[in-house]
Nanobody, 128 residues
Framework: QVQLVESGGGLVQAGGSLRLSCAASGRTFDRYAMGWFRQAPGKERDVVAAISRSGGSTRYADSMEGRFTISRDNAKNTVYLQMNSLKPEDTAVYYC?????????????????????WGQGTQVTVSS
């Protein structure tokens, strides 16, 4: 089992940037594919980006590609989400998640059902 703790959220103006971090407990971080999700008020939780266990494969939701970058540092047990050119509609609680069912090179972008463990979330607010 793995425990996930997100950090790096906050208030930023439109056009600004934030980098979210998700620290994982345990010594077997590279057995998990990782993903970032977000949930805006009154809406479902949607996938943002995913990265394979190796870090060599990344995938993004269509609206995020080009603005967001997911990466991981297996030596630090941490996954990151760099968010640039932020828009008010990016305002949401951002969650990281871990999947222990993904193959080594697969980045699970299908949705919540592909993930097994979740962090508590971090709020991102983008002002106009």
């Amino acid at each position: 089992q793995v425990q996930l703790v997100e950090s790096g959220g906050g208030l930023v103006q439109a056009g600004g940037s934030l980098r979210l971090s998700c620290a994982a407990s345990g010594r077997t971080f590279d057995r998990y594919a990782m993903g970032w999700f977000r949930q805006a008020p009154g809406k479902e939780r949607d996938v943002v980006a995913a990265i394979s266990r190796s870090g060599g494969s990344t995938r993004y939701a269509d609206s995020m590609e080009g603005r967001f970058t997911i990466s991981r540092d297996n030596a630090k047990n941490t996954v990151y989400l760099q968010m640039n050119s932020l828009k008010p509609e990016d305002t949401a609680v951002y969650y990281c998640a871990a999947s222990d069912r993904a193959s080594y090179y697969y980045a699970p972008i299908g949705g919540e059902y592909e993930y097994d463990y979740w962090g508590q979330g971090t709020q991102v607010t983008v002002s106009s």
